[in-house]
């Protein structure tokens, strides 16, 4: 097996503008390039993502995760087999803290990605291929949730809700999924123009539009609009759903929505009134990041009817996931690699939410590279969902266009609505 013979960080730019890191490593053929992402609405579990502090761009620098990949990691590395597994297992000894603050999760995490794609490149197989193979699961194409109207932390207007989302599980592949999302985000681009004025169509950090709405039920209102407009079945053939990300609105054990104060079994009536009225599919963290009664309360009652995720209430961590498990927390597990920090974690995480019947779905962070990194990591892993964000903005696209590419140069199933059934 090849031999790590070196290994490169730098700090470059994210798509909000802040620094994070990129890592290039190489077996003395082949070089490998890998990205970190960088979340806005973060869990307080998540591992630690090491930032300079100090005057340089206000405080969030990333030098010092940097030299701790160029020095500390690459002493500890170099020399050994392109093993992603081996490689984590090194990084973590090395670590030695529960939360990855030693050497910061993103120092950690920009190795594990890069050593996975050099690891897979130098077996011959493509990313997703690689995964398919260390995971032991079938490839499939998954359903993308796009997030096409902003609110919360991530747009800075009175909407609390964070995402609110398309799912268009009902077409027949990703593709044809894919256009349909992109025809939907046009038509409701033009509707929200019209409606509120041109400061509408800005966006959000995940590309979503940002108009200064008062209610959920108003942005569900015209995303539902904007379904049928574009020539598909709401409910039917493109489905909404939420993110709600409650951690940011709790507050003293009251949830601040819509202009209420709210109770947990208050809130779970509102969600209750929101599914009915506009079908939604899935709802994510519907209640606080150390909510699990609440959640399991929630699920027991409406689990049959829609997804219920957990972002924060897990944070990829798996441990977490297993407690969910043991309550019936949720039915589903968000995804994404910077809160645990290294890949083969991640590929736990994945496994523990599969064996325990609940569905996984990958995703992006609002600060992102145009690293295509997750989309592999999707299709290999037979997820069968993937949430990176709205139809636009660089750094989503190239996550779409990846999968545009697996999907046209492999004969690949679309998950469609087998991918919100039950777990078997």
Do not use: C, W
């Not at 490593?25 to 070089?31: A, K, P």
């Not at 690891?119 to 796009?146: C, D, N, R, T, Y």
């Not at 609390?160 to 939907?184: D, N, W």
């Amino acid at each position: 097996m090849a031999e790590i013979k070196s290994v490169r960080a730098l700090q470059i730019l994210d798509s909000r503008g802040n620094p994070t890191v990129q890592v290039t490593i190489s077996d003395g053929t082949i070089n490998a390039t890998a990205s970190v992402p960088s979340g806005a609405s973060t869990g307080s579990h998540e591992a630690l993502e090491l930032r300079d502090g100090g005057s340089a761009f206000g405080g969030k620098g990333v030098t010092k995760a940097v030299m701790n990949v160029n020095q500390r990691i690459y002493e500890a590395v170099k020399g050994m087999s392109v093993s992603v597994r081996d490689v984590d297992s090194k990084m973590l000894s090395l670590d030695g803290t529960p939360n990855k603050s030693s050497l910061g999760a993103n120092a950690i995490l920009g190795v594990s990605m890069a050593v996975a794609r050099l690891e897979a490149a130098s077996m011959g197989l493509e990313l997703f291929e690689f995964f398919s193979k260390i995971s032991g699961k079938k490839p499939s194409m998954p359903v993308p949730l796009l997030n096409i109207i902003n609110g919360g932390v991530h747009a800075g207007g009175e909407l609390k809700i964070q995402e609110f989302l398309i799912v268009p599980a009902g077409m027949k592949s990703f593709s044809e999924a894919l256009r349909a999302a992109a025809e939907i985000y046009q038509v409701l681009k033009a509707r929200l123009k019209e409606r509120y004025g041109v400061s509408a169509v800005n966006l959000g950090d995940e590309g979503g539009f940002a108009p200064q709405m008062r209610s959920s039920s108003e942005a569900l209102e015209e995303i539902g609009k904007a379904v049928e407009q574009a020539g598909y079945g709401f409910g039917k053939e493109v489905f909404a759903a939420i993110d709600a990300a409650s951690t940011e609105f709790f507050k003293d054990g009251l949830y601040s929505i819509d202009g209420r104060k709210m109770r947990a079994e208050e809130l779970s009536d509102y969600y209750a009134s929101l599914l009915e009225k506009y079908k939604l599919i899935s709802i994510e963290d519907p209640f606080y990041e150390d909510g699990f009664e609440e959640f399991a309360a929630f699920t027991k009652k409406y689990g049959k009817r829609v997804q219920i995720i957990g972002d924060d209430l897990y944070v990829t961590n798996r441990k977490r996931i297993e407690r969910g498990i043991e309550i019936g927390a949720t039915n589903a597990v968000l995804i994404k690699l910077n809160q645990i920090g290294t890949v083969s974690e991640t590929l736990e995480s994945i496994d523990t939410a599969r064996r325990g019947k609940l569905r996984n779905i990958i995703s992006h962070r609002s600060g992102e590279t145009i690293d295509s990194f997750i989309a592999d990591l999707a299709v290999g892993t037979g997820a069968g969902q993937i949430k990176t964000g709205a139809p636009a903005r660089g750094e989503r696209v190239a996550k779409y266009n990846r999968l545009l590419e697996i999907e046209s140069m492999h004969s690949l199933n679309y998950k469609g609505m087998s991918a919100f059934s039950e777990i078997e």
